[in-house]
């Protein structure tokens, strides 16, 4: 039963893009929030990046002026823009909804690796 999938992480040097997506099975619009977060080894998940159904949107710290969440609701997809990238933003990145985090749903993740 796969609700969401992530994708588009990859091998990327420092100060380089890359572009995330994550699929929904239900619609998006339906969410309250939709959410990327992500998790390194030996590190606890953290939440990177927001948006609400409004539009409104809100990044942790370290990612603030370098990452754009945003979603595009005919394809059913949010996005998490990643620029000037860091080897501290090695981890594997997960989107989620309210709905689905509350149910301890997670899906795969995409692993993003920056090198120095």
């Known amino acids: 039963q796969v609700q969401l999938v992530e994708s588009g992480g990859g091998l990327v040097q420092a100060g380089g893009s890359l572009r995330l997506s994550c699929a929904a099975r239900?619609?998006?619009?339906?969410?309250?929030?939709m959410a990327w977060y992500r998790q390194a080894p030996g590190n606890q998940r953290e939440l990177v990046a927001v948006i609400t159904s409004g539009g409104a949107a809100n990044y942790a710290d370290s990612v603030r002026g370098r990452f754009t969440i945003s979603r595009d609701y005919a394809q059913n997809t949010v996005y998490l823009q990643m620029n000037s990238l860091k080897p501290e933003d090695t981890a594997v990145y997960y989107c989620?909804?309210?709905?689905?985090?509350?149910?301890?749903?997670w899906g795969q993740g995409t692993q993003v690796t920056v090198s120095s």
């Open positions: 239900d619609s998006i619009l339906s969410f309250k929030s």
């Open positions: 989620n909804s309210e709905r689905w985090r509350t149910q301890q749903y």
